[in-house]
């Protein structure tokens, strides 16, 4: 009998193996991944349908942008207002290699649903090679020809603004664009691929592709908005979190990448009671009363956020620590003259800050508290929904950055001689923080744990269902302590933290 | 070299595979029969390791399933029941792919192309887009797929549906051939015809479970009872025949009888011996063809009741 193929892992652990024998597995590992990018280009570049587009893209974008740049110099030429225009031209670069990777949006979301559907998919689900290399393979081949598209594209209107223009890019401009554009690309291709492996029809794919070009379109505004700015150095920092978001990303891909679900499942039809009573079930637990539902649901959820509550709780001190920081450098750098007179003089300061403060406790009326607590929970929505989007990480930023604003306003007060870091925590803070930082706290663990949760693996589960019932042990923790802890935290803030910093700061 | 125990699958509470214990030997052909749904696909899927058991367990020359999935897959070779080929490739690009994902020297591969795109007269359409391709070139080149990296079990489902007689006869040699080079095979197939010319042993199943399992003669047997023989006499009688004890009489006409030996075959000689000693002119002693579909009808039947009759035309 013929022994089959060793399939060896290239990172087996406890194997010692050197660099030639490692070079050579590795190698091996991922000759079949190249095998399967290669039939799929092979198939990509037979397709008019995403051949044509792609070489119009190329070959037709350049130009018309080129058409919006003459246009706009013109226009603004008039008003002398050239820079506008310069500002303008990186922007349009980036949109230039933008529209050739849209067209991998559209082959990545048919990666595996189309070939679920045209049946395509058994026989490479029967060949021995691991999930890993065949999705990796996908992977690579959706991005390959819309990459070369969008290097093209850049290349040939930076041609055309050279050429027509006499305009040049700066190198590191230029190497942000390019880098963005390759980030965005990998990125959306990784979001498509997973709802690919997880969609039942290409057409399912498609709507849940709303999913991946809401982000990317606000994710653009931004990277104009930069731009404009001629904050470049803030793209690296997106390429670096576009970066990490696709990792996370691939590892969920690869984690639920699940051959057995690719071929059987076959129901496009969304059971919203099914989908409830997991929910329900993964919030309320085995609980028949509100008390059972805290000792048996809410208590032990707590209790295992514990590690990521003192995280949590590190960085928002860290955000804390570095806003004080970098405010209190700025202050003793600068010119106190330089600053406006409500702001430098410490008298109209803090006049300035009891009348607000005695506005706060004696002219809130009943509707303070209520409007505080809006005011959070729209803050928590924000954090929650870009949580969501992010496994959490970018949530967890919103909620650092009061933190870092805090910490900003203690390093003022002492600057000032108001108060001293202690005495702007214990009067300023501490009064509402000792339920509001508690609430956050468990928030911020509640998001990051979700995102773990998202991407551990599970074979036994589909994404949607791991996605769900992460989703209700989350509203667990919101309902069963954040929620309370807001609310009580907006009645302290509302009625004692003003007297507490007034009496603090009129000792 | 195929073996499983108490193999079974269920989706969502649903049953498709239940408890399947069976074997195959190298050289050995199993016919995998039964009703649509009865879990042939599905046995295959777990087979190839592309379904997970939901209990028991299944061998491929000795890997577990679940334990060895990739060397499991690179020891079969799946005819799926759904051809799944690219449509924008040619015959030779589509085989030259799957042998380098299953990771074959290029000689090899090229020799081996040729080999079955030649024995399925395939060879001189290489160069063809498979979209252009009929439904019987495109089970051949399905077929071509499986059998390329030389699979010591071999999985295969319907091999010859939309096949016209003269490529199906091949597709048969082919597989008759794979035998003889001690592959173990399974056939999942409706066609009872085929079933019976190449299988040495028929598994059929029915909601997932395996109801009966033997060669063909044993199935016969078992469904329909031992077998029966037909005396044509060379001229009329109406009285009743003389047989020795245990004989039974199933049907008689003037000049012919159908009889049923209680030992089958071996009870032949007291027949003869007894009708022609009481001077009835025999002229022929012939078993009644009892086929595979007969068998298997007869056992649904017995499974499932009665089946209805097709209404009369008027």
Same mark, same amino acid.
């Given at each position: ?16 193996? *050197?660099?030639?024998?490692?070079? *050579? ?14 039939? !799929? ?15 119009? /893209? ?53 990666? %595996? ?13 029967? +060949?021995? @090679? ?17 990459? &070369?598209?969008? /290097? ?35 990125? #959306? ?30 994710? &653009? ?33 690869? +984690? ?9 499942? !076959? ?52 955000? #804390? ?17 330089? &600053? ?32 505080? /607590? &809006? ?23 919103? @909620? ?14 002492? %600057? ?11 009067? %300023? ?28 693996? *599970? ?33 302290? !803030? ?14 | ?115 079955? $795109? ?59 051939? =794979? ?105 022929? $002693? ?12 007869? =056992? ?15």
């Amino acid at each position: 009998m013929e022994k089959p193929k060793a399939y060896l892992k290239p990172h087996s652990p406890g194997a010692t193996l *050197s660099p030639a024998r490692w070079l *050579s597995r590795t190698r091996a590992w991922w000759r079949p991944v190249l095998v399967i990018l290669h039939r !799929e280009l092979l198939d990509q570049s037979r397709d008019w349908r995403i051949v044509t587009p792609i070489v119009g /893209f190329t070959l037709f974008f350049p130009f018309l942008m080129n058409f919006v740049a003459r246009r706009m110099v013109g226009f603004v030429e008039r008003f002398g207002a050239e820079i506008v225009a310069e500002r303008f031209f990186p922007f349009l670069l980036l949109v230039v290699g933008f529209f050739p990777l849209s067209i991998s949006l559209v082959i990545a979301l048919e990666s %595996f649903a189309g070939e679920r559907e045209r049946n395509t998919i058994e026989p490479l689900l029967i +060949a021995p @090679i691991q999930d890993a290399q065949l999705y990796l393979g996908k992977l690579l081949s959706v991005l390959v020809l819309p990459l &070369l598209a969008s /290097f093209l594209g850049i290349l040939s209107y930076i041609g055309v603004l050279m050429w027509r223009l006499d305009w040049k890019p700066e190198p590191m401009t230029l190497a942000a664009v390019v880098v963005l554009t390759v980030t965005q690309g990998v990125l #959306m291709v990784s979001a498509a691929v997973l709802m690919s492996t997880q969609a039942t029809s290409v057409r399912a794919a498609n709507l849940l592709a709303t999913l991946i070009i809401v982000p990317i379109a606000l994710l &653009l505004q931004a990277e104009s908005m930069f731009l404009f700015w001629r904050q470049y150095h803030v793209l690296w920092y997106i390429v670096l979190a576009l970066l990490l978001t696709t990792a996370l990303i691939v590892r969920v891909g690869l +984690a639920y990448f699940n051959r057995e679900a690719l071929l059987n499942r !076959e129901m496009d039809v969304i059971n919203l009671g099914t989908l409830w009573r997991l929910y329900r079930r993964a919030v309320v637990g085995e609980a028949r009363n509100l008390r059972e539902w805290y000792a048996r649901a809410v208590w032990p959820e707590v209790r295992r956020l514990a590690l990521p509550s003192l995280s949590v709780l590190a960085l928002l001190l860290a955000a #804390m620590g570095i806003g004080y920081a970098t405010v209190a450098r700025e202050l003793a750098s600068i010119d106190p003259h330089l &600053l406006p007179q409500s702001i430098r003089d410490p008298d109209t300061y803090l006049q300035n800050l009891q009348r607000w403060l005695h506005a706060s406790v004696l002219g809130g009326a009943g509707r303070l508290p209520l409007a505080l /607590f &809006l005011h959070n929970m729209r803050a928590l929505f924000l954090a929650w929904l870009l949580g969501v989007m992010s496994f959490g990480v970018v949530g967890l930023l919103v @909620i650092m950055l009061p933190f870092g604003i805090l910490g900003g306003a203690m390093a003022y007060m002492q %600057f000032l001689n108001l108060t001293t870091p202690t005495e702007f925590f214990l009067g %300023f803070v501490l009064p509402h923080g000792v339920a509001e930082v508690p609430a956050l706290v468990l928030f911020g663990a509640s998001l990051l744990r979700l995102g773990a949760r998202w991407i551990t693996p *599970s074979r036994q589960r589909s994404l949607g269902e791991v996605w769900i019932t992460s989703l209700g042990i989350w509203t667990r923790i919101f309902l069963g302590a954040v929620l309370p802890l807001m609310l009580l935290a907006a009645f302290l !803030e509302a009625y004692l933290a003003p007297r507490v910093a007034l009496w603090f700061l009129t000792r | 070299m195929i073996r499983t125990e108490g193999l079974s699958k269920s989706f969502e509470g649903f049953w498709a595979v239940r408890d399947l214990t069976l074997e195959v030997h190298p050289g050995e052909i199993l016919a995998l029969l039964g009703p649509n749904g009865a879990g042939k696909t599905t046995t295959v899927r777990m087979l190839s390791a592309v379904l997970r058991p939901s209990r028991g367990r299944a061998w491929i020359g000795g890997y577990e399933v679940t334990q060895s999935p990739d060397e499991v897959r690179s020891l079969v070779g799946v005819l799926t029941e759904q051809h799944g080929l690219y449509t924008r490739m040619t015959a030779l690009e589509y085989l030259t792919f799957f042998a380098r994902l299953y990771d074959l020297p290029p000689e090899a591969s090229a020799r081996r192309i040729r080999h079955w $795109l030649t024995f399925f007269g395939l060879w001189e359409f290489r160069h063809q887009r498979i979209g252009n391709y009929s439904k019987g070139m495109r089970q051949k080149l399905a077929l071509s797929r499986a059998l390329l990296h030389h699979p010591q079990a071999l999985l295969l489902d319907e091999p010859t549906s939309a096949m016209d007689p003269e490529s199906a006869r091949r597709v048969r040699q082919a597989i008759a051939s =794979l035998r003889s080079e001690e592959r173990a095979i399974i056939l999942c197939t409706h066609n009872l015809v085929e079933a019976e010319t190449l299988a040495d042993r028929i598994a059929i199943l029915d909601q997932g479970r395996l109801v009966a399992l033997g060669t063909p003669e044993e199935l016969k047997d078992q469904a329909l009872g031992p077998p029966r023989f037909r005396v044509v006499l060379a001229e009329p009688r109406t009285d009743p025949p003389p047989l020795p004890p245990g004989f039974q009489v199933e049907e008689q006409q003037p000049t012919s009888l159908v009889v049923r030996p209680p030992r089958g075959e071996a009870d032949n000689p007291r027949l003869l011996r007894a009708l022609l000693h009481a001077g009835w002119p025999v002229t022929r $002693l012939e078993e009644v063809p009892r086929t595979l579909e007969d068998a298997y009808l007869a =056992l649904m039947e017995r499974l499932h009741g009665k089946t209805e009759s097709l209404p009369q035309a008027a």
